[in-house]
């Protein structure tokens, strides 16, 4: 089951996921998660809406390899950011959903 936080930023919510050990940058390695998608687990899910505007939308994924590394995914939330990475982890999320 996948934890969903609430806090109070976007720095906030990757400093306590580094604290939890999830330490590498998935957004700079980003082709690891492309090129196997079956290798990963998303762990933390945390979403952060500005108050006003619609771009400070984002979401911080934390993500676990079948060989323990563990680390963050930062996305915009709006249609024109969600690189393929993105849409990789959306589809992850939403399979374990349905299970």
Do not use: C, W
Request: hydrophobic letters at 35%; proline letters at 2%.
């Amino acid at each position: 089951m996948k934890k969903i936080y609430n806090y109070a930023t976007v720095i906030e919510a990757l400093k306590l996921l580094k604290e939890k050990g999830f330490e590498y940058d998935f957004n700079i390695n980003e082709q690891e998660i492309i090129d196997n998608p079956s290798d990963f687990e998303i762990k933390h899910i945390y979403r952060y809406e500005g108050n006003t505007n619609p771009d400070d939308e984002s979401i911080v994924y934390g993500i676990q390899s079948k060989s323990d590394k563990k680390g963050v995914y930062v996305t915009g939330f709006s249609a024109n950011s969600i690189s393929e990475a993105a849409r990789i982890l959306i589809d992850i999320t939403i399979k374990d959903n349905l299970k």
